[in-house]
């Protein structure tokens, strides 16, 4: 059975109390009295020191109960309430993805289920309304709004974006917008110098679609644009999953950087032909991934 989210959580706190006690390796843990310092019941603890156990933290003593095995300096980083944030969030979208999650939620539901404090539960709605993939309810409660989910569909996104992303680029509205290229060049420009190593799957959507949307207002036709925002917000869950290695991504970030100068230099059929085989490059790979994974 996979661990709660309060296991986790418990466990997480145990390792922030034995590294600010410095308390010593080899030093014997009591159920009790870890339940009375963190003020919950003695079932998480209990979880949440097997969960320790796995990962070498703690050790099972000769006469029952967990002793500690690494000496302060030696426990696992503490993560902060940002990165614990973050894997909340990601978890909720793999869970929307998967299908284990209905189409309408309320706040009490979701705090419980995942173990959400308040702070991190308006965070992580906000985020996510913001996202588009979720929408509050006039009365109460909260609606997902529809993702691609089907491989069919996102294969049939890229298909639309191959039709109007190049063909935005010689729209006879198209005025560029220097400072807005420029500055989604420096981002994956920024990604290709190794940036690109340091981030999660999350923001690299956000970067790698917000190039693409800034291209694709130049064009000023507001149905080109409308649409590819649109399939952003559908894709978004899915690419969290399908992600290309990075390996991979980054030359695709090349290839973003190469259609921005292309733009910038006022070569906007090169930068049409440029973004043509970029997508067609893209779609073909998340293709193939699909098929390894069966």
Known sequence: MAPTPLARQTAERIVNHLRERQVPQGAKLVERKLAEHLRVSRSPIRSALRLLADDGVVGLAERGGYTVLRPPEELPAARTEADDTEQLYLRIAADRLDGNLPDRVTENGLARDYGLTPAQLIRILRRISGEGWIERLPGYGWEFQPMLTELRSYQDSYRLRLAIEPAAILEPTFALDRTAIEEVRAQQRRLVDGGIWTIGNAELFDLNSGFHEAVMRCSRNTFFIDTL?????????????????????????????????????DRRREASAAMHRHLTTVSAEKATADDDRG
Do not use: P
Request: aromatic letters at 2%; hydrophobic letters at 45%.
């Open 229 to 265: 925002q649109r399939i952003d917000r559908l894709r978004r869950l899915i690419e969290y999953r399908r992600s290309l290695a990075r390996d991979r991504a980054i030359v695709r970030c090349r290839e973003h950087v190469e259609i921005a100068d292309l733009l910038l230099a």
